[in-house]
């Protein structure tokens, strides 16, 4: 009887032990650094503050072409990612563009070039609803059809653009309850974010601060937006020597809750699980030799930031 025992507890451990490789096999693999390694600096990335909050990084797309990485959202599976092309740290624009990364593998599954007058492109908007995604850069809005973009269809598919003037900017976007909203910067002191309605958007060619249905008081040295699904806002802010992400109060802007971040973060976009995607500029050709190398699209879980 005892035997028989002993043969059942070790069958029993032996399970055990193939489970937990199973196990570890599929952890290590969800915390695999995916997509195209840089070929320009032979270094893994750093490990910057709450890198344990996330559980998936991909490397950016066009690094090795030398596109600073910029704007961000979700899209039906998709990680859209803005980047203009320079190396110079003299040089803050360039020719710009879009690119499209599957979520799970971190595979490009496409990229398209933006007009000409685009030089920076800070920020992507998902309209999820229509399909359609909103780029912004400083004084400029347009409006995308990502499907044909992606498809090759180039110019056919912007189907209309936006100057914006007066206290409006493009630094960055975002998309909430039928309305884009557009993200100023500003170094030294606190700027906004103000709500622009779809309906503004069919009847003006211009777009100033006056067409907004309401706006936010945010921090100084804002680079990025989303809401999250239950309706909070929040931001990132950034540097070459800091990193932070915001949860604001969206009606008042009053500062929910604070975490350190990787430095040079930039934009964000939530997905429908309400996992945060966002992506670091430290580690482009532009900024190489920042304190931190950590070129990498990522998905942080908000329930592990501390």
């Known amino acids: 009887m005892m035997a028989r025992v002993a043969r059942r507890g070790g069958s029993y451990l032996a399970y055990l032990a193939a489970l937990l490789v199973v196990l570890g096999v599929a952890v290590a693999q969800a915390a695999e650094l995916r997509g195209s390694k840089p070929t320009y600096y032979d270094s893994e990335p750093g490990n910057p503050p709450n890198v344990d909050a996330m559980d998936r990084k991909f490397w950016a797309p066009g690094l090795n072409e030398g596109y600073v990485p910029q ?35 971190g595979a490009e599954l496409g990229n398209f070039d933006l007009p000409a007058a685009f030089g920076h492109a800070g920020g992507l908007a998902w309209d999820r609803g229509a399909k359609r995604l909103y780029v912004s850069d400083t004084r400029r809005l347009l409006r995308v059809d990502l499907a044909r973009a992606l498809a090759g269809e180039g110019s056919a598919a912007f189907e209309r653009s936006w100057d914006l003037s007066g206290e409006l900017r493009g ?39 006056a067409h907004a249905r309401r706006s936010v008081e945010i921090p100084e040295r804002a680079q990025g937006a989303s ?37 040079g973060i930039e934009d964000l976009g939530f997905d429908s699980d309400g996992r945060l995607w966002s992506v670091s500029e430290a580690g482009a050709k532009r900024w190489l030799y920042w304190q931190l190398f950590f070129p990498l699209v990522f998905r942080i879980d908000p329930g592990k930031l501390q």
């Open 227 to 263: 809401f999250h699904p239950d309706g909070s806002l929040w931001t990132s802010h950034s540097s070459s020597r800091f990193g932070e992400l915001l949860k604001l109060d969206a009606r008042s802007g009053k500062v929910l809750a604070r975490f350190d971040a990787p430095i």
């Open 71 to 105: 704007g961000i959202s979700f899209a039906d599976g998709k990680v859209l990612m803005s980047a203009y092309r320079s190396e110079d740290p003299k040089v803050g624009s360039g020719p710009t563009r879009v690119y499209a990364v599957h979520a799970d593998s």
């Open 171 to 209: 630094s960055f976007a975002a998309f909430h309850d039928g309305q884009v909203w557009l993200g100023t910067w500003h170094p030294e002191r606190s700027a906004r974010i103000y709500a622009i309605p779809l309906a503004a958007l069919d009847t003006n060619g211009i777009l100033t601060e």
